[in-house]
């Protein structure tokens, strides 16, 4: 059964990333699987050789889960995300909506100290202020250039790997959001769904090297300063849901579909937590 649930909570990831304003450390966080999945990749190269091998594990596990999430679902989620953009979005909020409260449930103190109030409102104005960034660059097109690798935009597929990476370790920033805002999201979901394997690779290394980076900072930050971090994430995640937020469409049948499927989202991160075993 773990196993399993490993597998669907990587493919839930995956399906996050490709929805541009919804967090893949987001989804993470909420399916139980952040902490072990920071852990594994941080600590990685600094633990025993049967640590080492319970790492693979899970990791191979969440990996294939990931694969799945993107290869099997881009193109639905796409075509979701395109024309049903409102109900697409109220599932995501579903989701991140119900698992706030099980983000605060990992505290080590249940009492909010003033500092944990700055970290809370230090993450919330950061996304703010990543979101009012963001409505300075307009959606891009695909590019003309799809098919061409020149030297320059290599380079270029590698850095938005890396920064797209590092932004999906961290809940409440969305990696394909970052995407979006350096003109390669459209280009690289064509990628995908064309199964052009350089360019993937190239992105897939970036992506590597930002998330081992990210992974060991925050897997830190967890055990050094918990109760402050999870606040930060927190207020990240509480400012994401406004980028999210699709708007409301006030007629009986949109209205019921949304409530309905944001339902769906928080049946299924009970569901979730009910297959982990209600472990904390």
Known sequence: MTVIKNIISGAFIGIANIIPGVSGGTVAL????????TESIGEFFTVSKDKKIEFIKFLSQIFVGVVIGLLVFAKIIGF?????????????????????????THRDNKQINKHGKLWFLLGLFLMIGF???QSFYGSSETSNDLYRLT??????????GTLAGGAMVIPGISGSLLLVMLGEYYNI??????????????VGLGALIGIVGFARIIDKLLK??????????????????????PGFTLTLSSGLTNIIIFALGVYIVK??????GNKQ
């Open 30 to 37: 909420l399916l139980g699987v952040y902490e072990k999945l």
């Open 131 to 133: 979101t009012v960034l």
């Open 271 to 276: 569901l979730m937590r009910k297959l982990e």
């Open 189 to 202: 979901l064509g990628f995908v769904n064309n199964r052009m394997i350089v360019p993937i690779a190239l």
């Open 80 to 104: 979701l995300y395109t024309n049903y953009k409102e109900g697409t979005s109220f599932f995501f909020l579903g989701l991140i909506t119900a698992s706030l409260p099980l983000v605060l």
């Open 151 to 160: 030297g320059g935009y290599i380079i270029k597929l590698i850095l938005a």
């Open 224 to 245: 050094s300063h918990r109760d402050n971090t999870l606040y930060f994430i927190v207020g990240l995640i509480v400012a994401s849901l406004v980028e999210i937020w």
